[in-house]
T-cell receptor, first 113, second 113 residues
């Protein structure tokens, strides 16, 4: 089965802790993306990567970090610097950054206690 | 500057009646336009896309959308609503650059039996 997996589905974090969200794809896509979704709002782009070992900030990158060491993996770290991290996080991929159709994972719901 | 406006945050229709979800966009360039659907606590699934070919675009599950440049609109329609259509719908405008992806705030579609 080809697709995008995100883990865990639910994640709880204490204030002041860093936490890493996993995103893996077996679609052989070059581009990968991280979005944040808050209730009643559309998705906002956190980071994206067009190719291995390269990534760019999106609209709301502050308090987040990413890495792209492998084509299939694009983990997102929510750091303690992110002031309001409770949200639904979605990972997506596309064949290339110029091919606009994106395929989404099932999401991770992060709650800060 | 690019933007996208979904004119209704919530639409409720009866089963078997037509669906209309409205989307207006603003773009300095010829955009690509998309509609995605999101069921509760799930990732997004592509319904349909417009990429400067035919202005009437047919998608999955009986949905279609018409690109009207003069009105800067890309409204989503379906002739007859089904209970399984209840979900959140997002209109998305994309420029060729991966960093120019703008999501609308979403329209929640409810279906009355």
């Amino acid at each position: 089965d080809g697709g995008i997996t995100q883990s865990p589905k639910y994640l709880f974090r204490k204030e002041g802790q860093n936490v890493t969200l996993s995103c893996e794809q077996n679609l052989n896509h070059d581009a990968m993306y991280w979005y944040r979704q808050d209730p009643g709002q559309g998705l906002r782009l956190i980071y994206y990567s067009q190719i291995v070992n390269d990534f760019q900030k999106g609209d709301i990158a502050e308090g987040y970090s990413v890495s792209r060491e492998k084509k299939e993996s694009f983990p997102l770290t929510v750091t303690s610097a992110q002031k309001n991290p409770t949200a639904f996080y979605l990972c997506a991929s596309s064949i290339t950054s110029a091919y606009n159709e994106q395929f989404f994972g099932p999401g991770t719901r992060l709650t800060v206690l | 500057a690019q933007s996208v406006t979904q004119l209704d945050s919530h639409v409720s229709v009866s089963e078997g009646t037509p669906v209309l979800l409205r989307c207006n966009y603003s773009s300095s360039y010829s955009p690509s336009l998309f509609w995605y659907v999101q069921h509760p606590n799930k990732g997004l699934q592509l319904l349909l896309k417009y990429t400067s070919a035919a202005t009437l675009v047919k998608g999955i599950n009986g949905f279609e959308a018409e690109f009207k440049k003069s009105e800067t609109s890309f409204h989503l329609t379906k002739p007859s609503a089904q209970m399984s259509d209840a979900a959140e719908y997002f209109c998305v405008v994309v420029h060729s650059s991966a960093s120019k992806i703008i999501f609308g705030s979403g329209t929640r579609l409810s279906i009355r039996p």
